[in-house]
T-cell receptor
Framework: ETGVTQTPRHLVMGMTNKKSLKCEQH?????MYWYKQSAKKPLELMFV???????ENNSVPSRFSPECPNSSHLFLHLHTLQPEDSALYLC?????????????FGPGTRLTVT | SQQGEEDPQALSIQEGENATMNCSYK?????LQWYRQNSGRGLVHLIL?????REKHSGRLRVTLDTSKKSSSLLITASRAADTASYFC???????????FGKGTRLSVIA
């Protein structure tokens, strides 16, 4: 257990559905991240939040909408996704203001878009 | 933009042998990290080496860093079947700088 949890672990959704991924960290970190991991591709950073403020949006399509209500919770709202959005979505947290650069990852949500 | 590039892409060894994975990067760094990922799971931080360090150990792991060649290596000694995983190097992470990962090396340790 890394102290970062993600739900659901698996999700199958149609292209017209709306769903949300949830991430929670119990580490007291102030930065949270969403990554997308597709087969045979490097891990892609999607969004970064520092103290609940979005500091990075890596040219992610608007069908992905992040939300960070507080430093411990991060959501990724999904709507009208495409089959190529099927991937493992990973959440991570870190505490860069303490000089610690390691990121702690959740187990991921395996998303399949049909 | 992709910063780290691991080599080889895949490595298969017998249990008890040593495994060496390499990482090359393109720009100056303050630190470099190695992570492990078991199939379909999240990444786990293994070790961080700072730019002013040349070698670092953690248990059966040994990491080296050569800033003049912009490269790092991860050595796993006396490998075990449980070491089977993908290994990634990553640079960045300071302040608001995001971590940038390579494509990883897939290590298979055969019992």
């Amino acid at each position: 257990e890394t102290g970062v949890t993600q739900t659901p672990r698996h999700l199958v959704m149609g292209m017209t559905n709306k769903k949300s991924l949830k991430c929670e960290q119990h580490l007291g970190h102030n930065a949270m991240y969403w990554y997308k991991q597709s087969a045979k591709k490097p891990l892609e950073l999607m969004f970064v939040y520092n103290f609940k403020e979005q500091t990075e949006n890596n040219s992610v399509p608007s069908r992905f909408s992040p939300e960070c209500p507080n430093s411990s919770h991060l959501f990724l709202h999904l709507h009208t996704l495409q089959p190529e959005d099927s991937a493992l979505y990973l959440c991570a947290s870190s505490h860069p203001t303490s000089g610690s650069y390691e990121q702690y990852f959740g187990p991921g949500t395996r998303l399949t878009v049909t | 933009s992709q910063q780290g590039e691991e080599d080889p892409q895949a490595l298969s060894i017998q249990e008890g042998e040593n495994a060496t994975m390499n990482c090359s990067y393109k720009t100056s760094i303050n630190n470099l990290q190695w992570y492990r990922q078991n199939s379909g799971r999240g990444l786990v931080h293994l070790i961080l080496i700072r730019s002013n360090e040349r070698e670092k150990h953690s248990g059966r792991l040994r990491v080296t860093l050569d800033t003049s060649k912009k490269s790092s290596s991860l050595l796993i000694t006396a490998s075990r079947a449980a070491d089977t995983a993908s290994y990634f190097c990553a640079t960045g992470g300071e302040g608001n700088t995001p971590l940038v990962f390579g494509k990883g090396t897939r290590l298979s340790v055969i019992a």
